[in-house]
T-cell receptor, first 117, second 111 residues
């Protein structure tokens, strides 16, 4: 069964500092990987996704993530955090087309990001 | 207008009541999902549907049922609500690309 672990429940950074949110997954083959962001009172918005190819993926709002197969990780990074980045972030894993689980995503527990001025 | 619309956005009800949460989408996607979000648990899949005639249970389907009335409509029902079903519920859609598109959520409180 697929699973996702986000080890950090809550992270606090200062505005302008760099950010890395960790994500580890368990999956029997090469997965589809996603990062979503949820602002208070909002639904989830896709930041970026990895399907294949270049393991460094660029997303919206200046975020990037790197797929490391050897470490089963897909960590999210941003060089300089803005106050508007304060939100909850979810990593998710899904199956590739052709499998019985295709189309269903499994989410991590989420990481709450607080940004200090 | 939002591509994925959920109604109601907020609902307070009492134990034992029947509740329906509705979802409609204008994205033209065949696949629709209901997820439940609890603090510290992330999102858990309740039910999903890959087309109008296809309904599947997710991880936490007990106490819930669904109806896919049309390609664009997917409703979630709690036949007899209980307090531990208090949560934030999300409807989502996807195309063959695998990415989910979420509604804004329905907050349900069961007293």
């Amino acid at each position: 069964a697929q699973s996702v672990t986000q080890p950090d429940i809550h992270i606090t950074v200062s505005e302008g500092a760099s950010l890395e949110l960790r994500c580890n997954y368990s999956y029997g083959a090469t997965p589809y990987l996603f990062w979503y962001v949820q602002s208070p009172g909002q639904g989830l918005q896709l930041l970026l996704k990895y399907f294949s190819g270049d393991t460094l993926v660029q997303g919206i709002k200046g975020f990037e993530a790197e797929f490391k197969r050897s470490q089963s990780s897909f960590n999210l990074r941003k060089p300089s955090v803005h106050w508007s980045d304060a939100a909850e972030y979810f990593c998710a894993v899904g199956a590739r087309p052709g499998g019985t689980s295709y189309g269903k995503l499994t989410f991590g527990q989420g990481t709450i990001l607080t940004v200090h001025p | 207008d939002a591509d994925v619309t959920q109604t109601p956005r907020n609902r307070i009800t009492k134990t034992g009541k029947r509740i329906m949460l509705e979802c409609s989408q204008t994205k033209g996607h065949d696949r629709m999902y209901w997820y439940r979000q609890d603090p510290g648990l992330g999102l858990q899949l309740i039910y999903y549907s890959f087309d109008v005639k296809d309904i599947n249970k997710g991880e936490i389907s007990d106490g819930y049922s669904v109806s896919r009335q049309a390609q664009a409509k997917f409703s979630l029902s709690l036949e007899s609500a209980i307090p531990n079903q208090t949560a934030l519920y999300f409807c989502a859609t996807s195309d063959l690309g695998g990415e989910l598109f979420f509604g804004e959520g329905s907050r349900l409180t069961v007293l």
